[in-house]
């Protein structure tokens, strides 16, 4: 998921609407989703609506705004010297002379709170300076939509933004995650897409969520990849590099009254799948002779990929998968005595209704996902690709695997987590252990991994 521009920046402060496009996958001929079920992917394409003049209105006809980095227009009738620094470092970014009737946008697009200043360029005298600061003014925070994982992690950045910078803060995002975080943040404003534009023209300044590719490493200050998919938004938007939890409507009723596991066995790319053979039947097989009904929620019961791999949920699962509303997924792991699944969105909705995750990861790091004591990583063998700097993400590969694709190697980072590891982890959850104890079940101790 990227935003792009198109070729027509020209006229940036005088006139000529341009657009950025949020793109995602290409479009399949299915109806959308609604929002009450859930992100439709093909819904993260849309334009962003900025203004054919700067928004904000300096002295002599100089406009001026942050909605796509710093942009100044300086009119005609003479030359300027124009500087441009950042207030927290005292770093000068840009110093040159500007002719008349030009724009200038800065390639940075991520927060920085700039000193403007503005000068004539015959005798360095100073026309006008401005300081950015976004204390209550319109800023707004945009979060693509057509991903369940990316929305969970990154929007309560946008809360984080309007408390720490005390702006008054708008968040674009999809109306799915509207419905699903009603009445859990009071104080900021939420916008959903109209027609698939995101009108941000009224906007002192604009920040976009996203894992960026590399040719747009200037939208963000420090790599994605050193800091994962929460703290990499944190940094765009000038905040502390903390992780949040998303802030999720709960309370949805428990319709299953057994002790229950839900689980989920579907992700976009078979590098994020768990590719041990039959290793989820072997977990389940497990879990239900322990006493557990075991629920697999995914959305799609099978998934195929170009190069012909097939995936299919396992087999001794209980299949509750299909287009379900998301409030109800929610319940379901709200009341679930935890939940096993995949660097993928349903862990995210997971982690935010507060269940035990068990993530099962080969191709990320610890950082890149939610902080989680049962994380399973084989880091015997490659691992954390996703981390590398030199590998940037390819959603459209029909396996991502930079380091060993085509070879014998190939994904080996989920072929190498063994069922036992993941036993290991469950036995350390203690729900499980109230479970066996509250049902009178032993589980019986397993000594090595050849015990398998």
Not at 264 to 292: E, F, Q, V
Not at 426 to 448: M, N, T, W, Y
Request: net charge negative.
């Amino acid at each position: 998921m990227d935003y792009t521009l198109n070729d027509n920046l020209g006229n940036f402060g005088g006139g000529g609407n341009f657009s950025v496009k949020v793109q995602t996958e290409p479009p399949e001929e299915k109806p959308l989703i609604p929002p009450w079920i859930g992100p439709d992917p093909r819904n993260a394409s849309c334009n962003i609506g900025l203004p054919s003049t700067f928004s904000q209105e300096g002295p002599n006809g100089i406009r001026y705004d942050f909605l796509f980095g710093c942009r100044i227009y300086l009119p005609a009738g003479e030359e300027y010297h124009l500087i441009l620094a950042d207030q927290d470092t005292g770093t000068i970014l840009l110093d040159q002379r500007v002719p008349g009737n030009h724009s200038l946008v800065d390639e940075r697009k991520f927060f920085i709170r700039y000193h403007i200043q503005v000068r004539r360029a015959s005798d360095d005298s100073l026309i006008w300076e401005h300081l950015y600061d976004c204390r209550g003014r319109k800023v707004y925070v945009l979060v693509p939509d057509g991903a369940l994982g990316d929305n969970m992690a990154w929007m309560p950045y946008a809360e984080e933004f309007r408390k720490v910078h005390q702006a008054d803060v708008t968040c674009v995002i999809g109306e799915w995650m509207i419905r699903l975080t009603e009445g859990q943040y009071p104080d900021l404003k939420m916008k959903p897409l109209e027609d698939r534009v995101a009108h941000v023209e009224d906007g002192y300044a604009c920040y976009f969520c996203a894992i960026l590719p590399k040719e747009r490493k200037s939208w963000r200050p420090i790599a994605h990849q050193h800091l994962g998919m929460q703290r990499a938004i944190a940094a765009i938007l000038g905040l502390p590099l903390e992780e949040h939890r998303i802030r999720l409507k709960l309370g949805g009723p428990r319709v299953i009254p057994e002790p229950y596991v839900c689980i989920s066995a579907m992700a976009t790319n078979p590098c994020k799948h768990w590719n041990y053979p039959d290793g989820w039947n072997s977990i389940i097989r497990w879990l239900r002779n322990l006493g557990y009904r075991v629920l697999c929620i995914d959305r799609e019961d099978h998934l195929s990929f170009e190069n012909g791999r097939r995936y299919d949920i396992p087999s001794e699962a209980e299949n509750f998968t299909g287009a379900l509303p998301l409030a109800e997924r929610l319940a379901m792991l709200e009341h679930a005595d935890f939940f096993i699944g995949l660097p993928s969105g349903l862990s995210w909705l997971a982690w935010g209704s507060g269940t035990s995750v068990v993530l099962l990861s080969g191709f990320t790091m610890d950082n890149c996902e939610f902080s989680t004591p049962y994380r399973v990583t084989n880091h015997l063998f490659c691992h954390g690709c996703w981390n590398d700097t030199e590998a940037f993400f390819d959603t459209h590969s029909p396996v991502w695997c930079p380091r060993h694709a085509g070879t014998p190697r190939e994904i080996e980072c989920t072929r190498a987590i063994t069922p036992f590891m993941v036993r290991q982890t469950i036995r350390r959850i203690p729900v499980f252990q109230a479970h066996l104890k509250a049902c009178g079940k032993v589980d019986a101790p397993e000594r090595s991994v050849l015990a398998q």
